[in-house]
T-cell receptor
Framework: GNSVTQMEGPVTLSEEAFLTINCTYTATGYPSLFWYVQYPGEGLQLLLKATKADDKGSNKGFEATYRKETTSFHLEKGSVQVSDSAVYFCALDLSNFGNEKLTFGTGTRLTIIP | GAGVSQTPSNKVTEKGKYVELRCDPISGHTALYWYRQSLGQGPEFLIYFQGTGAADDSGLPNDRFFAVRPEGSVSTLKIQRTERGDSAVYLC???????????FGPGTRLLVL
């Protein structure tokens, strides 16, 4: 079946540090890949996405590249801010194969300290 | 514009009771999804509607769970004979078409005592 494995948290970093949150996937087919973010007290929001191999998604200084050879979609940011503290979820769907539901990882809680 | 709304935001019930959770999708969104998020986990798919019909209900855990979307807009998730293991946050998402970005509501936190 389809699954997403992401780096376990919690992750605590100092402001301006470099961030990597690892995500790998297993899928029958070629999925679209997503990072969703859940800020404290808010709903899930799409952060970025990539729909095919070698695509790079980017938003708010975050980036992730769809690596088919390593089945990975690692999230990176060069310099994190306190406002980036949130829970981050990696997810996939197979909408191109008639399977539109999102399959999520377990989430990684990120805390940035000033 | 208005996002996806869900009511109630919190629901406390007793084991064995019946509950209904409501989702109002973004106006004009034809596809609607329900997910369940247990503590410390990512959301898990329950059911997906395209218009009024359930296109995929493979995530419903058992026959105590049922969802409807009679007019192709508002959806209600119904849980009969609730069990303590049903306690979770129930999330609704909608999108303009299957495969497009899903927009999530704030969720309903269900606690079964």
């Amino acid at each position: 079946g389809n699954s997403v494995t992401q780096m376990e948290g919690p992750v605590t970093l100092s402001e301006e540090a470099f961030l990597t949150i690892n995500c790998t996937y297993t899928a029958t087919g070629y999925p679209s890949l997503f990072w969703y973010v859940q800020y404290p007290g808010e709903g899930l929001q799409l952060l970025l996405k990539a729909t095919k191999a070698d695509d790079k998604g980017s938003n708010k200084g975050f980036e992730a590249t769809y690596r088919k050879e390593t089945t990975s979609f690692h999230l990176e940011k060069g310099s994190v801010q306190v406002s980036d503290s949130a829970v981050y979820f990696c997810a996939l769907d197979l909408s191109n194969f008639g399977n539109e539901k999102l399959t999520f990882g377990t989430g990684t809680r990120l805390t940035i300290i000033p | 514009g208005a996002g996806v709304s869900q009511t109630p935001s919190n629901k406390v019930t007793e084991k064995g009771k019946y509950v209904e959770l409501r989702c109002d999708p973004i106006s004009g969104h034809t596809a609607l999804y329900w997910y369940r998020q247990s503590l410390g986990q990512g959301p898990e798919f329950l059911i997906y509607f395209q218009g009024t019909g359930a296109a995929d209900d493979s995530g419903l855990p058992n026959d105590r769970f049922f969802a409807v979307r009679p007019e192709g807009s508002v959806s209600t998730l119904k849980i009969q004979r609730t069990e303590r293991g049903d306690s979770a946050v129930y999330l609704c998402a909608s999108t303009t078409a299957p495969g497009e970005t899903q927009y999530f509501g704030p969720g309903t936190r269900l606690l079964v005592l």
